[in-house]
């Protein structure tokens, strides 16, 4: 048991620091300045520390289940500890964006800042590196389809009418969804191998049951929410009258859900598993649009306030940018440090303008 516990010291970690956030919560939005920041930042953390439990549990079930399974977990296992987040933080001060803003800044992580970077150090150390290219090909066929109903057609929706298709766009990506888990997982799995699983080193020598390392990740997303309901007041807090970006939130959402992604797939890069890394990025902003943003619609159809998913004139122009860079990379089924250069220079634009407040 003691074991057990040293290896989970993260999360109990964090429950002391949800213990310490709720008792300093009142004094903080009082006095603010450093007490406010200070309690932010060790949220944060804590949120990030549990993320990344999160993930190494989702790793050890990949590696046991292996290629496709294995990547599907850990996407699945980001992706729920996004979803939670956003529910959470939608509940707070008013954001019609927020949703929106963290699909467009997880998409951006995962193709221009995940791959673009794992390209990089895969081609610095391997010369190109192989992957299937079937697996891109139908990842980007979906993700055109995905984030064309999702967040392009909303755009010429009227007000009037947002309540019927926000139901159709839910049932929609709930199809595709499952259409694709099944072709990824049986009749086309082959698509998404590569002659290599996960990193074995993730796999735990003390052989505890499957069933141990899923509560754990349940619990641990539970825990996720409670901490997300007080980064949710310290947040509005600190970004009143601040003159932040108005999107912070959305990226800290994304980079949250992405943290454990980037280290995978940067090792797999580094051991010459691309097709690891493909599965991962593509994947992830995958199931992020096909999985975020039927919740948020169901969400909002629930409470019935439109939330608007329908992208800015720059959002949308960075998508088209990122996705005819990525079907023009990924065309060959070999990736190299060149091609990961022109998605991480993507990356940075996309850092830039946030930073400078226009997305």
Excluded: C
Excluded at 97 to 111: G, P
Excluded at 206 to 221: D, E, K, Q, R, T
Excluded at 272 to 288: D, E, K, P
């Amino acid at each position: 048991m003691s074991k057990y516990l040293r290896h989970e010291l993260p999360i109990l970690i964090a429950l002391a620091v949800l213990g310490a956030g709720l008792f300093l919560e009142h004094a903080a939005l009082e006095h603010g300045g450093l007490l406010l920041w200070g309690l932010l930042g060790l949220i944060l953390a804590a949120i990030m520390g549990v993320a990344l439990r999160i993930s190494h549990h989702a790793e050890v079930l990949a590696v046991r289940l292996g290629e496709p399974y294995g990547t599907l977990i850990l996407t699945l296992a980001a992706v729920s500890v996004e979803v939670v987040i956003l529910v959470v933080l939608l509940q707070g001060a008013p954001n019609p964006t927020l949703a929106r803003d963290t699909v467009f800044a997880a998409v951006m992580l995962d193709i221009n800042g995940i791959l673009g970077l794992a390209a990089i150090v895969g081609g610095l150390k391997h010369g190109s590196t192989p992957y299937n290219l079937d697996s891109a090909n139908s990842f980007i066929a979906m993700l055109l389809v995905a984030i064309g109903i999702g967040m392009f057609i909303p755009d010429f929706v009227p007000d009037s009418q947002w309540q019927a298709y926000s139901a159709f766009s839910v049932g929609a990506m709930a199809l595709m969804y499952m259409g694709f888990l099944r072709l990824q997982t049986v009749e086309h799995r082959t698509f998404f191998e590569h002659d290599a699983g996960l990193d074995e080193e993730a796999h735990d020598t003390g052989h505890s049951p499957n069933g141990l390392h899923v509560a754990i990740m349940l619990g641990a997303i539970v825990l996720v929410g409670l901490l997300s309901e007080v980064l949710s007041v310290l947040l509005d807090a600190g970004l009143a009258g601040s003159g932040l970006p108005k999107s912070i939130p959305a990226v800290l959402v994304a980079l949250i859900s992405a943290s454990p992604e980037i280290l995978t797939a940067l090792r797999a890069a580094q051991a010459n598993r691309m097709q690891t890394t493909v599965n991962i990025a593509l994947g992830a902003s995958l199931a992020t649009v096909l999985l975020t943003l039927p919740v948020i619609e169901g969400w909002a159809l629930f409470s019935g306030e439109r939330i608007v998913m329908a992208l800015t004139p720059m959002q949308g122009g960075m998508l088209l940018l990122t996705l005819l860079a990525v079907m023009n990379n990924l065309h060959d089924g070999e990736t190299n440090a060149i091609e990961g250069i022109s998605h991480f220079a993507l990356f940075a634009a996309f850092v830039a303008l946030v930073m400078l407040g226009l997305l």
